[in-house]
């Protein structure tokens, strides 16, 4: 079997026995998709709408933003990575793989809650599934570019975990997710411009429910992709020149 | 002369204004367990590492079974396997998966018959955080050796284990030699160093301050013998020097001498007994150890 897909598949095996990966991104996710989506669905009827979108907007920033950086660090502080490194497995795949399987463990929980919210809180289903699925597809890589970013950028598994706060919190408030991005105050309202998850509500709402928002859904759409392209390239060149440092 | 497996010449490494590795020399035959032995800090990691091809070297010739480290590192994968002093694997990895996956990556089937040589055949399923010190330590030996390298690098590989574990350690070290694989040994165990290896350099303040057999570098130095006898009537007790031999203490029967020309002594206690018409009931030449020649290099900062 190719080297990639056989490190592929036993990172899937890990990631299954790994609890805190279970909890980061699927059981924590999953109870605040059920607890919150009752609880919005219930104070604000419109919510129900983009329901779907908006909590797998959560799920995916929790899982990518929160539980894709740690592993980074921990594999750099206790010596994984040298030891892959001096295994012939090369860097760059090392990094792959971490986006590859994250993309899938949080793939598949969107696919649960995209299932689910309309069974569970009468969520509106999008107009256009296929928008729905390629703004999904496109949100889950750049968020979990972003917590790469973090991970290769963070010196120690504390300064993650700040980083990964930095961003996963703002990007629940101020993105228009829990309630709408309208009600915020014009400066708070910029600084969430910052965050993908804000252009990815904005694409879901115009592009996949075809609904009125702010700014065009294929703008919102193209600075999520770019945003994404661009934490990823950054995660690699950092990747690698830390591995340099490192090595002297 | 056997040929060389890995030869430094005029190697420098340094961190900013500190030295690690002082423009050494160093050659280690094909087939030998070859110790590389010094204080924390004196530049035999950071010497390992510039071999191992993870770390660059500021100047200075490297070659590891006719390889170029520095610049052919994919041709070094091929022909070198490396134990680091710390490394680790994720601690959700079976011993058995972490094997196919170094295979894997270096484009061969899996050797799980290497984890079965090192005694891990009820460990296969096991995972990384569940194996003992010792089963981690083995592991990581038979993930060095999962490319049938020429030469292997182990560097440290018994520290932290239990005297059981460490003999099982020594044990498949000596069976790679067996096999024709060269090893290069860096460790901090004299006794360790003493049994195992060949030949082996003692590095201080980033030079070698010693090379040879352990024989050899124990034999070096101001270093003296000491010789321990005891007679059927007690004749040499007075305590006095004899040739060469300076007499230290009596003790329970014994006399003890100490002296840098043993042969010479052992001849002139022996006459000296035989004129008392004593009898010599025991006799021991104990030879200054490495880890006491170590020390005097230490003590010396690598200065004769």
Redesign the interface.
């Known amino acids: 079997?190719?080297?990639f897909l056989?490190?592929l598949w036993?990172q899937f095996?890990?990631d299954a026995?790994?609890r805190g990966t279970l909890l980061t991104f699927y059981a924590v996710p999953l109870i605040f998709f059920v607890v919150m989506g009752a609880v919005f669905s219930s104070i604000n009827p419109t919510a129900k709408e983009t329901l779907a979108a908006s909590m797998s907007i959560f799920a995916v920033t929790m899982g990518a933003v929160l539980g894709a950086p740690i592993p980074l660090v921990k594999?750099r502080e206790?010596?994984?990575l040298?030891?892959y490194?001096?295994?012939?497995?090369?860097s760059r795949a090392v990094l792959l793989i971490q986006e590859v399987s994250a993309f899938f463990h949080l793939l598949l929980v969107s696919a649960v809650i995209f299932a689910a919210a309309p069974l569970l809180f009468g969520a509106g289903l999008p107009r256009d599934y296929t928008g729905y699925f390629i703004i999904l597809l496109i949100y889950i890589f750049a968020s979990i570019a972003l917590g790469l970013l973090i991970g290769v950028t963070a010196r120690s598994q504390s300064m993650a975990t700040m980083l990964s706060q930095a961003v996963f919190l703002p990007s629940l408030l101020l993105s228009g997710i829990m309630f709408p991005a309208s009600m915020l105050p014009k400066p708070l309202l910029w600084l969430g411009r910052i965050f993908p998850a804000t252009h990815a509500m904005q694409s879901f709402s115009v592009l996949a429910y075809h609904l009125k928002a702010n700014y065009s859904g294929a703008l919102a759409l193209g600075i999520t992709a770019c945003s994404g392209m661009l934490a990823m390239g950054i995660a690699v060149w950092r990747f690698e020149a830390a591995g340099r440092e490192e090595?002297? | 002369m056997a040929e060389a497996a890995i030869r430094v010449q005029g190697l420098i490494k340094r961190y900013g204004p500190t030295i690690a590795v002082n423009g050494i020399d160093l050659e280690v035959r094909k087939g030998e367990i070859f110790g590389l032995l010094g204080p924390n800090g004196a530049g035999k990691t950071t010497t390992l590492e510039c071999l191992e091809g993870i770390r660059k070297a500021d100047r200075g010739r490297m070659t590891v079974d006719g390889c170029n480290p520095q610049s052919d590192r994919k041709e070094l994968r091929r022909r070198l396997g490396v134990q680091l002093q710390s490394s680790s694997l994720p601690d959700t990895i079976r011993a058995d998966e972490a094997m196919a996956l170094v295979c894997a990556w270096h484009g061969l089937p899996p050797r799980f018959d290497l984890l079965r040589d090192f005694g891990m055949e009820a460990s296969l399923k096991k995972q990384y955080h569940a194996l003992s010190t010792g089963q981690k330590r083995r592991l990581h030996l038979a993930l060095a050796l999962a490319n049938d390298p020429a030469v292997v690098v182990l560097d440290e590989p018994t520290a932290g284990l239990d005297v059981q574990g460490r003999a099982q350690l020594h044990d498949a070290i000596r069976a790679l030699k067996s096999q024709g694989i060269t090893i290069l040994l860096a460790t901090h165990d004299m006794a360790e160093a003493e049994t195992l290896c060949d030949r082996l350099a003692i590095m201080i303040h980033g030079n070698i301050a010693a090379v040879g057999t352990p024989a050899q570098v124990t034999a070096t130095g101001r270093g003296e013998t000491r010789i321990v006898v005891r007679t059927i009537n007690g004749s040499l007790l007075q305590g006095c020097d004899i040739g060469n031999a300076r007499f230290t203490k009596a003790s329970e029967g014994y006399g003890e001498w100490m002296c840098s020309d043993a042969a010479a002594a052992v001849i002139d206690l022996l006459r000296k007994v035989q004129a008392a018409g004593d009898t010599v009931a025991d006799l021991r030449v104990e030879r200054p150890s490495l880890e006491e020649r170590f020390l005097e290099l230490v003590e010396g900062g690598g200065q004769e």
């Open positions: 079997m190719n080297a056989l490190h036993v095996r890990m026995r790994e594999m206790s010596g994984v040298r030891a490194r001096v295994s012939g497995v090369p090595l002297g």
